[in-house]
């Protein structure tokens, strides 16, 4: 079935270093890729996504680009702050004009001042 | 802008309990949803709706009812609560697939 795999658990970074969140997905066509993030007490909020090969997405530093030879749509940033911290998401819109939309298991970024 | 408001903020029910979640969008959006939040888990689709009067279940549907009264509101409820379903509960809105969704704060459910 669709599904969307995060391999990372917890990302613990210094300020300034580089990020690399990496999600992988499983689903026939070309599905919608998303990527939210989660600050505590709040829900999910959208920061970008990509419907075509090759569609880079963007927004607040943040970017990721989507592949679907790899069947991938990892999440990158230059150069992370603490206020960055937080919990990252990938997600799937799926069927008919990817109404149903699957997330992944959440990727918690520490960042260190 | 718009709002998603969900109630209550923190439920608590006894086990076997048949306990209704309610949600609210302002944002005249076709498409709501439920998710529930588990440590570790990520978000799990329980139902969404892709305009009123319809209802699809999600991955995660055994155990729990949905009901889409008009529009703006879509209710969750737990047919009959269990220790080990204690999270939080999501409620979400979109005005079509492919697009952002937009989360509401959530439901937090603890069954003693």
């Known amino acids: 079935g669709d599904s969307v795999t995060q391999t990372e658990g917890q990302v613990a970074l210094s300020e300034e270093d580089f990020l690399t969140i990496h999600c992988n997905y499983s689903?026939?066509?070309?599905?919608?890729l998303f990527w939210y993030v989660q600050y505590p007490g709040e829900g999910p909020q959208f920061l970008f996504r990509?419907?075509?090969?090759?569609e880079k997405g963007s927004s607040r530093g943040f970017e990721a680009t989507y592949d679907k030879g790899t069947t991938s749509f990892h999440l990158r940033k230059a150069s992370v702050q603490e206020s960055d911290s937080a919990v990252y998401y990938c997600a799937l819109g799926v069927d008919t004009n990817a109404y149903k939309v699957i997330f992944g298991k959440g990727t918690h970024l520490h960042v260190l001042p | 802008g718009g709002i998603i408001t969900q109630t209550p903020k923190f439920l608590i029910g006894q086990e076997g309990q048949k306990l209704t979640l309610k949600c609210q969008q302002n944002?005249?959006?076709?498409?709501m949803y439920w998710y529930r939040q588990d440590s570790g888990k990520g978000l799990r689709l329980i139902y969404y709706?892709?305009?009123?009067?319809?209802?699809q279940k999600g991955d995660l549907s055994e155990g729990y009812d949905a009901s889409r009264e008009k529009k703006s509101s879509f209710s969750l409820t737990v047919t009959s609560a269990q220790k080990n379903e204690m999270a939080v509960f999501l409620c979400?809105?979109?005005?079509?697939?492919?697009?952002?969704?937009?989360f509401g704060k959530g439901t937090r459910l603890t069954v003693v």
């Open positions: 944002f005249n959006h076709d498409t």
């Open positions: 689903a026939s066509g070309y599905p919608a």
């Open positions: 709706s892709i305009t009123e009067n319809d209802l």
């Open positions: 990509a419907s075509r090969d090759k």
């Open positions: 979400a809105s979109s005005m079509k697939g492919g697009t952002e969704v937009f």
